[in-house]
């Protein structure tokens, strides 16, 4: 599942025209950058959540063997655009995926599928320490501890990858809500987990984002 629906306000200008996962990083749009992760996996479904200038990213995606899911009238947020998706998905676990950082180093959905454990886990977050997060500001996100469920807390940054059981999805009655309703419910019943990244990451939710991600992929070390 790629995130693709959001409005790109912290772009300024550049989305007035271009919705953000459409914005370049080098010659690339970034759910490109995404894309190039994800087809690694050969997953069996790909689906991209679409609502601001939707007919842009439509026409982007229709070679790319990806199906959409559109919002409207209104944007559902990432708990409800997921659940929104569910029947082009199926019923999980789901890989889920924001599209606006760019990573230098290992595939994120590879090294989340290596650590996933379903028996213990209902959802399993790729996070970033805070000196591999190019561009990020804020205390982070998760305390992260090997084998041990995740906690709130200022540590590591998510990274915008996870995967996630579908299951509570149904148990929340609003249409719009945020995948944290089902993180917190997850962390209440210790089955939520996180891995911490080992290359870098960069975000891009800011135009000023786009010169250091062009700068790390420019890298060769990770």
Known sequence: MLFAAGFGTRMGSLTAQTPKPLIKVGATALIDHTLSWVQALEPIQKVANTHYLAEQLHAHLATSNVQISHETPEILDTGGGLRHALPLLGNGPI??????????????????????????????????????????????????????????????????????????????????????????????????????????WCDVGSAKGIKLAEDLLGETDV
């Open 95 to 200: 890989y889920t995926s924001n599209t606006d950082a760019i990573w230098h180093g290992p595939n994120p959905f590879e090294l989340a599928r290596a650590a996933w454990q379903p028996e213990k886990m209902d959802g399993l977050l790729v996070c970033i320490s805070k000196e591999s997060a190019i561009g990020h500001t804020g205390p982070g996100d998760f305390i992260i501890s090997e084998n041990t469920p995740i906690t709130r807390g200022s540590g590591a940054i998510y990274g915008g990858v996870q995967i996630i059981k579908t299951d509570l999805l149904h148990s929340i009655p609003e249409a719009r809500f945020s995948l944290n309703l089902l993180w917190d419910k997850m962390i209440a019943s210790q089955r939520l987990f996180g891995l911490t990244y080992p290359g870098k």
